[in-house]
């Protein structure tokens, strides 16, 4: 909130500045998996594959910092708790990512077919896991092989 109230500094930039410059140092023991990943990203072998934020991350952050800024009295506790909710991610393919955030996060509406982690063969989930969310998540291992 400091950054957002210095001169010529949207809202947006100062929510960049937690997920796109600090977000790095906070994600391994912050963000979660959720243990669901889009059909496409388990079938597609080739795809470049996402963690992407469903409860849209950046338009959250950027809408409580200004609601901060327009009512003069920032609330620490609620943006980390707003982070904390927020940093909770599936498993998708970049061509998917892009179409939620066109659909503004409704999955639906973007073609994306949710499964849940125990129904991918075995050896998928290995894959992913090793890919995505291994020193990714601060969950990871509740979803390695064995657990």
Same mark, same amino acid.
């Given at each position: 909130?400091?950054?957002?109230? #210095?001169? /010529? ?15 790095? #140092?906070? /994600? !391994? ?14 079938? /597609? ?11 849209r ?22 943006f980390? !708790?707003?982070?904390l ?23 639906r ?25 291994r020193?990714?998540?601060? /969950?990871?291992? +509740?979803?390695? +092989?064995?657990?």
């Amino acid at each position: 909130m400091w950054l957002a109230a #210095r001169p /010529n500094v949207t809202p947006s930039m100062a929510r960049a500045w937690y997920t796109h410059v600090v977000a790095g #140092r906070f /994600n !391994r023991r912050i963000r979660h998996f959720s243990g669901k990943v889009s059909r496409e990203a388990v079938s /597609n072998l080739e795809a470049t594959l996402r963690l992407e934020h469903h409860s849209r991350i950046q338009t959250t952050l950027t809408g409580l910092v200004a609601a901060h800024l327009k009512r003069k009295r920032p609330s620490p506790h609620e943006f980390v !708790r707003t982070v904390l909710e927020c940093e909770n991610v599936h498993i998708v393919t970049v061509a998917e990512n892009y179409a939620a955030m066109s659909n503004n996060g409704d999955y639906r509406r973007a073609g994306i077919k949710l499964i849940a982690w125990r129904s991918i063969p075995e050896a998928r989930r290995k894959t992913l896991w090793a890919k995505m969310l291994r020193g990714k998540v601060a /969950n990871a291992i +509740q979803f390695a +092989q064995g657990s």
